[in-house]
């Protein structure tokens, strides 16, 4: 019987044990949260937007991969570059007519004022009544305020053009304007053309009190060339004067941004004679322009040549 209890015991000792949880070991426990640890540390953590969002960094990477395989890529053979193209010289691309005067004209000579007026009529390349011009390259720098050369004259024999006057001026002076020659010649109601728009003239002219009322169309007429100027002669007391200066072919001319002098000296249906004397006095207008703190020359370069002609370049009047 004693055998028989023991043997119980011992079963029901064993079926507990059998039983009984498993206790792991300190050793493992630690290296699973070490594990776990490393795991949240290396976990990639990305921003809401900007360069360390995830979609710039996807973006980044697949750029990255896209420029390696373009690397590893086999290259293709460069394709063999055409002939290099003819360009022929610039007097053969031009026209029929402007050929025939260019051979009239020895580009290696420098011809006097009066040669180059006569070579500049007959070497005429167009069909209506082209302008002679006068472009005179000179040493001054027009950022410098006493250099930037402006001034105005009254060519002799005109310009050929028929130029609209407008004066803007008390009505009394309108009055004497009209008699003068003024096309236009008005008080408010040529501010009210103004605001529509409208510019019919090629000269305006007004009275010094008169300017401030002006100031707010400066943008319309400005870029034009339009706004009234002292130094122009068109901002004058004298109304009578400056209308019959600008019918009677007043002109003014100025240095550009390059240093160059352009004016219009007339047409090539005038005669020989005036074309020179209207050439002379602008010559002698430009002289007098020259600054006192100019140092070296004055004149570097002139030519003349017609409306879509060959230049002619003539001797420097100032050596």
Known sequence: MAEDKTTKEDIKDKAAEESAPEVEAP??????????????????????????????????????????????????????????????????????????????????KVYSLKDAVDLAIKSKAVNFDATLEAHVRL??????ADQNIRATLVLPHGNGKTVRVAVFAPIDVC???????????????FLRQLDKGTIDFDVLISTPQYMPKLGKYARLLGPKGLMPNPKAGTVTTDIEKAVKEAKAGKVEYRVDKQSIVHIGLGKTSFTPKQLLENAEAFFESLKNQ???SLKGTYVKSVYLTTTMGPSIQIENLYN
């Open 27 to 108: 050793a493992v426990v630690e290296e699973a949260s070490e594990a776990a640890e490393t795991a949240e540390d290396t976990k990639e953590t990305f921003a809401k937007s900007g360069k360390r969002s995830k979609k710039h960094i996807e973006e980044v990477k697949a750029e990255e991969e896209r420029q390696a395989r373009k690397a590893e890529a086999p290259k293709e053979a460069a394709k063999p570059k055409g002939a290099a193209p003819i360009t022929r010289p610039r007097i053969e691309r031009r026209g029929k007519k402007y050929q025939a005067a260019a051979k009239l004209i020895d580009s290696t």
């Open 290 to 292: 020259k600054p006192a």
């Open 139 to 144: 040493g001054v720098d027009p950022r410098q």
């Open 175 to 189: 009055k004497t304007a009209k008699a003068a020659g003024a096309d236009i010649a008005e008080d408010e109601e």
